[in-house]
């Protein structure tokens, strides 16, 4: 048994589709659940790439890129014993697509829908093949169906067409059954014998997850024995972890922790030299001192070393003297204060150490005139206003101009076309800023458009300059995903990505 330690307050939901954003897949997503498309997630020494899951073989017809076909896999079962094949995909599709379908699920909708923003219509080909169209074409497609999660529909009517008692007693095609789950306390997944991949069959025989979001907390958890392995480890007591004989592990990650700005009529963000007088206050080692290393300093969406980081002019750096001097000419100033409220997470998977992290910079920001309040949120109410994007309920009821959610950028989607199209403005996708340029639409939908790798490198290239020379977000750092392993904990395979897989726990 293996006894983990999560940075959530709660057990991500179990249904099909996880709450609690991308780090909650490794937990009841990738665990309980299998998606048409894969991640390749037990390499360590090079980032995956798109691996056959419940499809085996996927593709866009040549006489219209609009309609991708998927061959299903034969032979895999779900965990209550019932055969999964086109009709529960579409069933699936229909769970989180069509608010009129009998067993549309809202809960899960909410944390799907915006990852699926191409999706049209789907439709059953035969037993074993499903066709979905999607919006237009779309060569980045197969990246957002890594995030559509195959529940049973036979399992679904045996507990009486009921999603609380889904949740209970869910049944999905993964390499763990869930045998008990206790709200905000801990779910207990075990070994599925049967599961239709060898290659991924758990190296324990029970993972036991138990919410402790308080990184201190969490840290003396496994110092103490109550747990084997944490995520994001309190960044004082790695000295202790270090003494106590435990194995700390990271790698590189496509993520970034920053600031998405609201460029809406009014909000102050719409100034670029305030923008960029925001990201040149910050000295990004000093945070890496504040997590003992356990991050990356940021400049830009992605890391220097990505293909698509390109040769921004604007050079994401500290520069106190310029973010002063820019702040100024906005007509700000340390005595008289751009005043504001930026919305940010009590903390998270995925969102690091936030408390320190953003009381560190709020204290940056104050030095050169920038005065910002924050409205602390539990998680998943910092995802509600994500969503929402920066005209929603949440934001416009607290004057909120600024919401600080670090993300995954592991593809061009996840990246830059979800932040920065206009197409993707919330609550269709995560343009959560309300960004609107006619020459970053025409880049992103040449990229789209385009099945040539090298191409679509070469766009995400400008596409990532034009976002650093505007100064769009505020760029902090990266994280390193840190784990602590007790001594009884000897197998693990860190991918480079934000999902993990617990299969290689032993």
Known sequence: MVRYGISMADIPQTTGQPDRGAGAYQFTGHTLYDPLVAWEMDVADRPGKLVPG???FWEADPADRRRWVFKLRDGVRFHDGSAFDADAVVWNFEKVLNGQAPHFDNRQAAQVRPRLPSVASWRKLDAMTVEVTTKAVDSFFPYQMLWFLISSPAQYEKVGRNWDRFAQEPSGTGPFRLARLVPRERAELVKNTAYWNPARTPKADRVVLVC??????????LLTGQVDVIETPAPDLLPRLQASGARLVQNV???????????LEGSPWRDIRLRRAANLAINRDEVVALLNGLAK??????????PWFGRPEFQVRTDVDAARKLVADAGYGPRNPLRTKFIIPTGGSGQMQSLPMNEYVQSAWREVGIAV???TVELEVLYTCWRQGAAGEIARGGNVTANNVAYLTSDPLYAFIRFFHSNQIAPTGVNWSHYRDPEMDKMLDAATTSFDTAEQD????RVHEKAVN??????????TNPRALGRGVRGYTQAQHWFQDLTTLG
């Open 458 to 461: 070469a766009i995400m290239r």
């Open 212 to 221: 402790a979001p308080e990184a201190v907390t969490r840290t003396n958890a």
């Open 373 to 375: 309040e924050f409205q």
């Open 54 to 56: 419940l499809a085996t």
């Open 253 to 263: 990650t496509p993520h970034v922790w920053n600031y998405h700005l609201s460029l």
């Open 297 to 306: 300093p940021a400049a830009g969406v992605v890391d220097p070393a990505s």
């Open 470 to 479: 505007e100064a769009l977000w505020v760029f902090v750092v990266h994280d």
